[in-house]
């Protein structure tokens, strides 16, 4: 059962432009929302991350805005480049038995940035 | 290395066969994730160890799939029986702690014919 729900699931972006790619939630027990961006053949590599006391995060073209209230989350690439084409996903982080931590993840969204 | 290793990369295995895929942590990580990325599924935990416990196996999704962790390093997920459903990436992923970020090895591709 999917607790994630990702939009839209492929998105096609002139470059220079904004990709922005939505997620919401349910489990407000979440204490920590990534992202991920994840090449053909390679695993997911975490790109930035946000926790819900804070609205924004920035860290150069890459923004999360997080709306606690409606439960949802946005990722933004700013001035997208072709080297930006990847698939994304967001993630919830909730703790499991032991101290440790699972992800739940979205159903990924395939950015394709073109010249 | 200084990521995550997993191996082989690649495995085709009949229906019915038994298969073992590897993972090699990142060195001094405590905490280790097998997670599966499958078409219908996206990805999903499969298990966690800290050392070399398994305190949550809650992802397992049958009693074919069990994994162990030796010397707190390497681990292994092993599929008995495999079954066509089973065709995924595993995704192998380690961290400092049970709160650090996780890092993903490049996972292996597994597929049954």
């Known amino acids: 059962q999917q607790q994630v729900k990702q939009s839209p699931q492929s998105l096609i972006v002139q470059k220079g432009g904004i990709s922005i790619i939505n997620c919401a939630y349910e489990n407000t027990a979440f204490d920590y929302f990534p992202w991920y961006q994840q090449f053909p053949g390679k695993g997911p590599a975490l790109l930035i991350a946000i926790r819900p006391d804070v609205s924004e995060k920035k860290e150069g073209r890459f923004t999360i805005s997080f709306n606690k209230s409606a439960k949802q989350f946005s990722l933004h690439i700013m001035d997208s480049q072709p080297g930006d084409s990847a698939t994304y996903f967001c993630?919830?982080?909730?703790?499991?038995?032991?101290?440790?931590?699972?992800?739940?993840f979205g159903t990924g969204t395939q950015l394709k940035v073109e010249l | 290395g200084a990521g995550v290793s997993q191996s082989p990369s690649n495995k085709v295995t009949e229906k019915g066969k038994d298969v073992e895929l590897r993972c090699d942590p990142i060195s001094g990580h405590t905490a280790l994730y097998w997670y599966r990325q499958s078409l219908g599924q996206g990805l999903e935990f499969l298990i966690y160890?800290?050392?070399?416990?398994?305190?949550?196996k809650s992802g397992l999704p049958s009693d074919r799939f069990s994994a162990e962790r030796t010397g707190g390093s390497v681990s292994t997920l092993t599929i008995q029986r495999t079954q066509q459903e089973d065709s995924a990436v595993y995704l192998c992923?380690?961290?400092?702690?049970?709160?650090?970020?996780?890092?993903f090895g490049q996972g292996t591709r597994l597929t049954v014919v």
């Open positions: 160890f800290q050392g070399n416990s398994a305190p949550d």
């Open positions: 992923a380690s961290s400092l702690g049970g709160g650090s970020e996780a890092f």
């Open positions: 993630a919830e982080r909730s703790w499991v038995t032991g101290g440790g931590n699972k992800l739940t």
